[in-house]
């Protein structure tokens, strides 16, 4: 069975940095495409990165760009979101997220961490 833990969540000043860690389990993480996305109460769901098991690439849309940087370990089963520059309308909770492709379908998530930005 698929599951995605995700920490690292928490309180941060405007300016700081977090960073959100996501440990997969029951698929191999290899095989798939993998994002964060947020949501803010009153607010679309919004993907803020993702990466692509098949060539490698990263996207990011241009709220986070330049910013937030996703990396995957495979062999370790690791997802990670590096959030530099953080501002207040980042706040939100983090959900690490599962795909066939990253122009696909969500397959699923984890219960999310929440991210807290301070002005």
């Known amino acids: 069975q698929a599951q995605l833990v995700e920490t690292g969540g928490g309180l941060v000043q405007s300016g700081g940095s977090l960073k959100l860690s996501c440990a997969a389990s029951g698929f191999s993480l290899d095989q798939y495409s993998m994002g964060w996305f947020r949501q803010a109460p009153g607010k679309e769901r919004e993907r803020v990165a993702c990466?692509?098991?098949?060539?490698?690439?990263?996207r990011y849309p241009d709220s986070v760009k330049g910013r937030f940087t996703i990396v995957r370990d495979n062999a370790k089963g690791m997802l990670y979101l590096q959030m530099n520059n953080l501002e207040p309308e980042d706040t939100a909770v983090y959900y690490c997220?599962?795909?066939?492709?990253?122009?696909?379908?969500?397959?699923?998530w984890g219960q999310g961490t929440q991210v807290t930005v301070s002005s």
């Open positions: 997220a599962r795909y066939y492709f990253c122009s696909g379908t969500l397959l699923g």
């Open positions: 990466s692509s098991h098949d060539d490698g690439s990263t």
